[in-house]
């Protein structure tokens, strides 16, 4: 099972990216995903995530209204659609899976895990 994620890099304050987070070995409908992040010196902590069972979605207070995740089943892909960042959204984006039927954005629910994408907003 493997996750990769892609799409960070640096913007601006006010800018927008999205991330992907591409599975392989294992089809992702099946899997509840969070997406995380983690600043410098920082604890790992949870952004978004969307539910197997029902693609419900929930967002950190941090993000509501700003971020939005999806799915592309077809694609075998999960998205984080980041707009209007702020420089407080700076880390590494890592994306998660595991077989829930509610999705968290607790770290310690989730057994498989990218290897991260950086994300950098400054002027």
């Known amino acids: 099972l493997q996750l990769v994620e892609s799409g960070g890099g640096l913007v601006q304050p006010g800018g927008s990216l999205r991330l992907s987070c591409a599975a392989s070995?294992?089809?992702?409908?099946?899997?509840?995903i969070g997406w995380f992040r983690q600043a410098p010196g920082k604890e790992r902590k949870g952004v978004s995530c969307?539910?197997?069972?029902?693609?419900?979605?929930y967002y950190a207070d941090s993000v509501k209204g700003r971020f939005t995740i999806s799915r592309d089943n077809a694609k075998n892909t999960v998205y984080l659609q980041m707009n209007s960042l702020k420089p407080e959204d700076t880390g590494v984006y890592y994306c998660a899976a595991d077989k829930l039927w509610i999705a968290t954005i607790r770290p310690e629910d989730y057994d498989y895990w990218g290897q991260g994408t950086q994300v950098t907003v400054s002027s």
């Open positions: 070995g294992f089809t992702l409908d099946n899997y509840s």
């Open positions: 969307i539910s197997s069972s029902d693609g419900n979605t």
